[in-house]
């Protein structure tokens, strides 16, 4: 069965320091979709892709992060700097246009020290 | 976007049947509702979808009234593996929207 796939599982960087977490799709997925998920609260969507073009990235901090997906295959998302408040896990997820089933990967989570 | 409202936490002992509610009063007309499960450090899974009535799919069944301004996912005969939050999501993607994940409900079944 196909599965979203994340890396890395898990990353510990400091205050201020640049960190990375990539994410793949399930393949002919158009939708891609980068959450954040808060110990204890439910995922909350960062942005929203479809192919290459954002949809929906009103709850981005756009001052610190950053996403792309440049061939609307891969995506990337990126944080710099990292604050302590950015401890969380970093959910990637795929479906295929206009469908409300979502594909999740395992995660990222992220300890900022 | 539709507000949801489910109960933070429910309790459960194996073999029962558990039904969990979802209030969402200011339903549109277009959109759906749609329950995902999470297990601890991973990331959610779907459940099941709806827009009326009753749905049944392997897993569970989701009851949702005329006026569905809630619905009702049924776990039937809940082991210990199905201890997990359980979400609540109302929308309408083919219409631009999105879906809002609320705190969720979790679940516990004990032995």
């Known amino acids: 069965e196909a599965e979203v796939a994340q890396s890395p599982r898990y990353k510990i960087t400091e205050k201020s320091q640049a960190v990375a977490f990539w994410c793949d799709p399930i393949?002919?997925?158009?939708?891609l979709y980068w959450y954040r998920q808060i110990l204890g609260q439910g995922p909350e969507l960062l942005v929203q892709f479809q192919d290459e073009s954002v949809v929906d990235d009103s709850q981005l901090p756009k001052d610190r992060f950053s996403a792309e997906r440049l061939k609307g295959v891969d995506s990337t998302l990126k944080i710099q700097p990292a604050e302590l408040g950015d401890s969380a896990m970093y959910l990637c997820a795929s479906s295929l246009p206009n469908r409300h089933e979502q594909f999740f990967g395992p995660g990222t989570r992220l300890t900022v020290l | 976007l539709a507000k949801t409202t489910q109960p933070i936490s429910m309790d459960s002992y194996e073999g029962q049947e558990v039904n969990i509610t979802c209030s969402h009063n200011n339903i549109a007309t277009n959109d759906y509702i749609t329950w995902y499960q999470q297990f601890p450090s991973q990331g959610p899974r779907f459940i099941i979808q709806?827009?009326?009535t009753k749905v049944t799919n392997e897993v569970a069944s989701l009851f949702i009234p005329a006026d569905r301004k809630s619905s009702t996912l049924s776990l039937p005969r809940v082991s210990l593996s199905d201890t997990a939050v359980y979400y609540c999501l109302v929308g309408d993607i083919g219409q631009g929207g999105k879906l809002i994940f609320g705190q969720g409900t979790e679940l516990s079944v004990k032995p």
């Open positions: 393949s002919g997925h158009a939708t």
């Open positions: 709806g827009y009326k």
